[in-house]
């Protein structure tokens, strides 16, 4: 059960929230201009790291708000939990 | 004479208080303070069970909870019965039941055993290679002699009548085990009394090592008065809690950790009601894990027999439970720790020899003391083969040259051997943590090497066996835990230890029929392990599964350094090199009672149910699950099925008006300034024009392109919208809104609030809905000219205050009444009465399904799967076609979406009118095809109508609009069924019934 810390709420168990996959993916604004392909990567194609990985997440049965947090997904260390709509944190890129 | 293995002085056990117990057909005396294996060794009982496959008698091998052998079934009485129990781990109490398992017709003689003779045919793998042929046996001889054959045990039969808790904890610093190393651990860190300490032990009494230590000195004390001050101590504590008989048995993420306690299995008469475990979830600031070692068993022919044992299990036997394991004990050892047994041994009278591996110049002091006290060592001689089958009678040994190879061999006898090939770490833990393990070869055993989590081991667990490093070890870590880098030092006598690895004992070519075992409770030999390197299995994880080595539930911990050694051996690759399987929780078994705890029977799920639903109940209603909810199916008059009831309710809602439970339909108020705008973003029409009073039906997409959910919007001013869901969508629908809201159009003001608790919905429908109604309704005009199809408007029904929709899922005029939820009975039964004259009839879902599935209306998640367009469903039309974005409004362009060929809704008649066809049926265009035969579609809704005295169905099907008028084929039980596609409105498809 991971501990997730909440920017608004603080450490929380993982059962209060809900995880929305990769984060900092922008829906595109002007959707017509863009191919076939690149629609689809938009929709279907994700990172997928090994290591940190920035997500989103909802403290659905807490604050219900999203935030986003960069995890390592080999071992489940949260590195940084930040606003919705914040940059990710300077040094949270890449290997560990 | 009762007890004749019972030694006249020593142990921990209560010879104050004798008890009385049963094993099969005996009856065995023993005292409080006994487990079932030192009650029946102390009777003189070795043979306690048949092996997994080759069905060999078998003896108990260890003393704790890693006992592979020793599985019985225990009757606690009073309808507890539970197979798999560890002989050694069980607590013995007066009235205690216990039944060999594995064999028939008897433990003496069982049939089982023609395994063993026809073992060549079953070794490891044997399955992947047998059964095979002829196909047509599988389901009659096969399986069922398998099923038979197979598994270990038998299954309780009733429900498990005890109770189980549940607990969640947080403290500073989690202790597990509480052997020397785990107590000076859990005295260093709670010696801050603001810092909280929860130290835990598997065993019914803490002190692990020591409780069976009779001649070590610590810190000037003997072991024991250590141990009780030591305990004292933490009781003294309030800061620390102190749980015996509870396993850690899983290392979760960031410090959470599983434990299991054990509370009255031990007790003969448990309060009635009292929980019979607990389960901990603890979140623990930092752990200490001082989890031990096992002992590894040696490798040599016929090594199971009964009485063959683990070298320390007989010190522990001797020394804590005053039990003799025999009368002439044979030590066969590599290494020092036998020796300290074989000591004990001696000293308390019982005739012990030991035979080493070693020659003399590998021995340590072990060697001197030992003869010293007139113990026989017979130094460099290997074990060719154990001798006896029901109980051991003797070892053949052998010198071992400078070669390596054994020279003639010789008999010795005894009656109770003991092993020792060395100690593994208890790295279970360590490994759940994702901690990294590295191979010291010192040890010749994997240790903690690298945490992820905040932990730190402790003791023998990290290969630390000698007594006084223990302590130190121990004391370092809990003062590290609680954030100190100072701790006290301790003195103890100087512990033997030191071991030569072995991966099998040295034997000659003629022992290689006979089998040396590995892993006792699967079966598996050395000889398996070879046979699977031989196959071509060259990883550990390969080997394990093929021969099941270390997959029992003892998950290897006597096995899997031997497997791995002599596999790492058979490769002639190093032991890192072959690496080590992943250890999973649990670490000991834990039952399934105890993961449920409160959550079973009525419990398990939460019930759902709306205001009028106690309402239903007594009038006789048959309910549905609808994900939590209950919902009335249909109401059944006296002397109606199912088929009966809902054709009636069918006829009445179409003849004269019926009255329908809608509640739980998903409801959401969306307001603000920017309210339509945003809905005008999530639905695929627009809402801008939607006037103050009406509603319009949206259909809302992912941004995939494929429908997610239906509702009707309502529009109540120019800033605030109530719309509607499915039910099983209502959460599904409000987290897309939200995650919409939050973040990518936070600029928009807009509330989204969940109200579909907050209201009551009731459905009337039917010619005579308006008539019903209208002598409760105050402040609406009902005309059809200022409330007509798809308006709402505010004011109040039988006094209370509602939202009158005009709204039908049935084709026929009527309306939804909102009520606030508390109203909602009150309101129903007001309607009832005020439709008495026009006989208004109550119906359920079924009815409701088969009304709009005859008006051809969808419900999202029976038409669509996730995978429909709006087109798919005959609703293009919904989809706005300007340069307004939506959500998934440019997928609907992608070259899939608009592709022929995609399945469309159509509805289906079939040939012969009284068919009823089953949803999900494959439907094709040609019966006499070959299979695989090309589906184009499938059923998706099937009734028989009332209305029409006819059978109906909707079913998407590949260009199903173009194939209107053709005949296709529907997959039924026994066969194809014949069905027209048609338009999917069956009846009145102009809609003139809506406007009555």
Not at chain 2, 161 to 167: G, L, S, V
Not at chain 2, 542 to 552: D, I, N, Q, S
Request: glycine share 10%; net charge neutral; proline share 6%.
């Amino acid at each position: 059960m991971l501990l997730i810390t909440c920017p608004y709420c603080g450490p929380r168990p993982e059962i209060e929230f809900r995880c929305g996959g990769e984060a900092h993916i922008a829906r595109p604004a002007d959707a017509e201009a863009l191919s076939d392909a690149a629609w689809a990567d938009y929709l279907f194609y994700r990172t997928n790291p090994k290591g940190r990985h920035a997500e989103r997440w909802i403290h659905q049965h807490g604050c219900q708000r999203w935030f986003n947090a960069v995890r390592d997904t080999a071992s489940d260390a949260f590195v940084a939990t930040y606003r919705m709509g914040e940059k990710r944190p300077p040094g949270t890129e890449g290997e560990p | 004479m009762s007890q004749p293995f019972r030694l006249a002085k020593g142990g921990r056990i209560d010879r104050s208080r004798p008890i009385l117990m049963r094993f099969d057909d005996s009856e065995i005396t023993a005292f409080a303070g006994d487990t079932a294996a030192s009650a029946l060794l102390a009777n003189g009982i070795h043979l306690v069970g048949r092996s997994f496959k080759y069905h060999r008698p078998r003896g108990i091998l260890a003393h704790g909870s890693e006992e592979p052998n020793a599985l019985l079934d225990v009757d606690r009485g009073r309808g507890r019965r539970e197979p798999n129990n560890r002989a050694t781990v069980v607590e013995a109490f007066d009235g205690l039941v216990l039944h060999s398992q594995n064999r028939w017709p008897s433990l003496q003689r069982d049939i089982g055993a023609i395994n063993d003779r026809v073992g060549s045919l079953v070794s490891a793998g044997f399955y992947y290679k047998t059964f095979m042929w002829p196909q047509m046996a599988w389901k009659h001889v096969y399986e069922p002699l398998i099923r038979r054959a197979a598994g270990l045990g038998a299954a309780p039969a009733v429900p498990d009548p005890d109770t189980y808790q549940h607990r969640h904890a947080h403290c500073d610093v989690l202790v597990v085990g509480a052997g020397p190393a785990g107590l000076a651990a859990a005295i260093a860190a709670s010696e801050d009394a603001r810092a909280r300490v929860i130290l835990c032990d598997e065993q019914a009494e803490p002190g692990g090592a020591l409780l069976h230590d009779v001649t070590s000195e610590i810190d000037g004390v003997p072991a024991a008065v250590w141990l009780e001050r030591a305990l004292a101590t933490l009781a003294d504590r309030d800061n620390v809690t102190v749980l015996g008989r509870t396993t850690a048995f899983g290392y979760f993420n960031h410090n959470h950790i599983a434990l299991a306690e054990r509370l009255t299995d031990h007790l003969p008469s448990p309060t009635p009601g009292a929980p019979r475990e607990r389960l901990w979830q603890v979140r623990a600031h930092r752990v200490v894990l001082a989890s031990g070692a096992h002992e590894r068993p040696l490798v040599f022919a016929d090594n199971d027999r009964p009485g063959v044992m683990l070298a320390e299990s007989l010190r522990v036997y001797v020394n804590r439970y005053a039990v003799a394991p025999g009368r002439r004990i044979v030590m066969v050892t590599t290494g020092a720790s036998a020796y300290s047994a074989a000591l004990d041994i001696a000293a308390a009278g019982l005739d012990v020899s030991i035979v080493d591996l070693r020659s003399d110049a590998r021995c340590g002091p072990e060697l001197a003391a030992s003869r010293a006290r007139g113990i026989p060592v017979e130094t460099g001689h290997t074990v060719l083969a154990a001798m006896g089958r029901m109980r051991v009678t003797g070892l053949t040994i052998a010198p071992v040259g400078a070669s390596g190879l054994p020279g003639p061999g010789r008999e010795i006898a005894c009656d109770c051997v003991g092993m020792s090939g060395g100690w593994t770490p208890s790295v279970h833990l360590f490994s759940q943590s994702r901690g990294a393990l590295g191979y010291d070869p010192d040890a010749d055993a994997f240790l903690p090497d690298r945490s992820r989590q905040p932990e730190r081991s402790a003791g023998a667990c990290r290969g630390t066996y000698d007594l006084s490093a223990c302590l130190d070890d121990g004391a370092e870590a809990g003062a590290a835990a609680a954030g100190r880098t100072t701790s006290r030092r301790h003195t103890a006598s100087a512990t033997l230890v030191g071991f030569q690895p072995v991966r099998a004992m040295p034997r000659s070519g003629g022992v290689e029929r006979a089998k040396a075992f590995v892993d006792f409770q699967n079966d598996v030999t050395a000889k398996d392990l070879k046979l699977a390197v031989r196959e071509g299995f060259e990883s550990i994880e390969h080997v394990k599964r093929y021969t099941t080595t270390g997959m029992a539930t003892d998950q290897g911990k006597t096995s899997n350094m031997v497997a791995l050694g002599l596999v790492a051996e058979t490769l002639g690759r190093a032991v890192p090199a072959v690496g080590t399987t992943t250890f999973r929780l649990p670490y000991t078994p834990v039952t399934f009672g105890a993961f449920a705890g409160q959550n079973r029977g009525r419990l398990f799920d939460p019930e759902r149910t709306t205001p009028v639903h106690d309402w239903a109940a007594s009038a006789g209603a048959a309910f549905e699950d609808v994900g939590l909810w209950k919902r009335a199916w249909y109401f059944p008059r006296a002397g109606e099925d199912m088929h009966a009831a809902v054709a009636r309710e069918c006829r009445a809602v179409r003849s004269g008006v019926g009255i329908f439970d809608a509640s739980t339909l998903g409801k959401i108020e969306v307001a603000g300034p920017d309210a339509a705008e945003f809905l005008n973003r999530i639905y695929t029409n627009s809402f801008s024009k939607l006037q103050h009073g009406r509603c319009r039906y949206g259909l809302m997409l992912k941004e995939d392109g494929y429908i997610f959910d239906d509702g009707v919007v309502a529009r109540l001013a120019p800033d605030r919208f109530h719309l509607t869901t499915t039910t099983g969508g209502a959460p599904r629908v409000l987290a897309h809104m939200e995650d919409y809201l939050q973040t990518v159009w936070p600029d928009l003001q807009v509330f989204a609030t969940s109200i579909t608790e907050q209201w009551a919905v009731i459905a009337v429908q039917g010619p005579k809905a308006r008539q019903s109604i209208a002598p409760l309704i105050e402040g609406i005009d009902l005309a059809e000219e200022t409330l007509p199809h798809m308006a709402l408007a505010e004011g109040r029904i039988a006094g209370i205050p509602c939202r009158l929709f005009r709204v039908s899922f049935t084709g026929e005029a009527g309306y939804e009444v909102n009520v606030p939820a508390d109203y909602g009975r009150g309101v129903w039964e007001a309607i009832h009465a005020s439709g008495k004259p026009f006989d208004i009839t109550s119906y359920g879902t079924e009815t409701m399904h088969v009304l709009r599935a005859e008006k051809g209306f969808i419900i999202v998640g029976q038409e669509t799967d996730g995978t429909m367009t709006p087109d798919d469903m005959g609703l293009g039309g919904l989809v706005g076609r300007g340069k307004r974005d939506f959500v998934g409004k440019r997928s609907l362009a992608r070259p899939d979406l608009i592709a022929a060929g995609r399945k469309q809704l159509v509805g289906l008649l079939t040939e012969k009118p009284r068919e009823v066809l089953d949803e999900g049926a494959q439907i094709v265009t040609d019966t006499s095809l070959p299979v695989p035969m090309r589906m184009l579609g499938h059923v998706t809704s099937s009734y028989w109508s009332e209305c029409l005295g006819r059978s109906i169905a909707l079913a998407v099907v590949a260009d199903g609009r173009q194939r209107r008028g053709q005949t296709l084929f529907v997959t039924t039980a026994s066969g194809f069924a014949a069905a027209k596609v048609v338009d999917p409105v069956f009846i009145d498809p102009s809609g003139v019934r809506l406007h009555a």
